[in-house]
């Protein structure tokens, strides 16, 4: 294998983690965009609308595995405004719901205790360092990134929803690779998820680096073929001396 002279990150379960019950705090975030828009001034009925955002936000999420095509929470909400016959919501409306919505989901998510200084030892040895973010709002990624105070060692951060396709795609692997002007054997993704980032990696051509810390075992999918990692590591700590070994 060639050096490695760059490295993507996945940020959920990779950098960050979730602390809470996910569909709890989910529900939340629903009832906190609900008064959102209750403040605004729309007569929004609590039960219909709670029901159909929630079918609208799991039929995306089961649909985009499929086509890995990304439709962003603003869209969804309005698609679950307009089956309730609002359909002429402002976007200013909008996005104060939808922020409202990830408030909530944000203050759950933490940095992981080894990522910043896994980010600044690898600066410090010459890596560059981006991120790409399988997500349904890029704000809410950019925010994250911000909370986690990682944004300084990265070079850029590309999310699904405002590049319309998710990680397998390799068209999201290639515009990080041509922001470097690097080849894929040059650069390595690390993630935790085998379907996004290992698959996604190993079909770009890139080296794949599976991070275990928060997978649970054993794994759904066979590591084999399309799936199999060139590196497994159970910590960030670890990736240091696992890049190493590639080169």
């Not at 698609?79 to 016959?85: E, F, K, M, R, V």
Request: aromatic residues 8%; glycine residues 4%.
């Amino acid at each position: 294998m060639q050096n490695i002279r760059a490295i993507l990150f996945d940020l959920g379960n990779t950098l960050i983690y979730f602390e809470g019950e996910w569909p709890v705090v989910l529900d939340e975030a629903r009832r906190a965009a609900l008064h959102a828009l209750h403040q605004a001034g729309l007569p929004v009925e609590m039960t219909p609308f709670l029901s159909i955002f929630r079918e609208t936000l799991e039929n995306h999420y089961t649909r985009r595995e499929d086509d890995l095509l990304e439709r962003t929470t603003l869209t969804l909400l309005r698609d679950a405004l307009t089956a309730l016959n609002y359909g002429h919501v402002s976007e200013r409306v909008l996005d104060t719901a939808r922020r409202a919505f990830y408030a909530i989901t944000q203050a759950h998510w933490l940095p992981e205790p080894d990522a910043l200084p896994t980010l600044q030892t690898l600066c410090q040895q010459g890596y560059r360092l981006g991120l790409i973010s399988n997500a349904a709002d890029d704000w809410d990624v950019q925010t994250l990134v911000d909370k986690a105070k990682i944004r300084p060692y990265l070079d850029f951060v590309i999310t699904s929803a405002a590049f319309g396709q998710r990680k397998p795609a390799p068209d999201i692997f290639h515009t990080a690779l041509a922001t470097w002007h690097l080849p894929p054997a040059r650069v390595a993704m690390v993630g935790d998820t085998l379907n996004a980032d290992i698959l996604g990696a190993n079909r770009a051509g890139l080296c794949s680096v599976w991070l275990t810390r928060r997978v649970k075992t054993p794994p759904a999918i066979p590591l084999e073929g399309a799936y199999q990692p060139d590196r497994i590591i159970p910590s960030l700590a670890a990736l240091s001396a696992a890049l190493a070994s590639l080169e």
